[in-house]
Nanobody, 123 residues
Framework: QVQLVQSGGGLVQAGDSLRLTCTTS????????LGWFRQAPGMEREFVAA????????YVADIVKGRFTAARDFAMDTVYLQMNSLKPEDTAVYYC????????????????WGQGTQVTVSS
């Protein structure tokens, strides 16, 4: 069974840092792009960041650029989302995602989703 299992998240204060973890199992994801989306209440799910996997290229949405980074650990089949300088508007459910390419992932053509984890940033 293919799984993307997330951990991390929780309640933090504005300006804090937090790291989310997504561990894959059930197949080899070395050729897949892994990344992150988020969905705030009443909003559509939006792309946050991705690691392409093929050449370690990373992609970050403009809304979090300079604060968030996706990083891959191939040996552990894991992708991380490092979030720095968190703001209250970063409050959302964050989802790990896998797609055949970073471009596909950024466009929402996701093959596999994680279960989601809540991140709440207080002011």
């Amino acid at each position: 069974q293919v799984q993307l299992v997330q951990s991390g998240g929780g309640l933090v204060q504005a300006g804090d840092s937090l790291r989310l973890t997504c561990t894959t199992s059930g197949r080899t994801f070395s050729t897949y792009a892994l990344g992150w989306f988020r969905q705030a209440p009443g909003m559509e799910r939006e792309f946050v960041a991705a690691d392409s996997g093929s050449n370690s290229a990373t992609y970050v949405a403009d809304i979090v650029k300079g604060r968030f980074t996706a990083a891959r650990d191939f040996a552990m089949d894991t992708v991380y989302l490092q979030m720095n300088s968190l703001k209250p508007e970063d409050t959302a459910v964050y989802y790990c995602a896998a797609a055949v390419s970073a471009q596909a992932l950024a466009l929402g053509a996701v093959a596999y989703w994680g279960q989601g984890t809540q991140v709440t940033v207080s002011s």
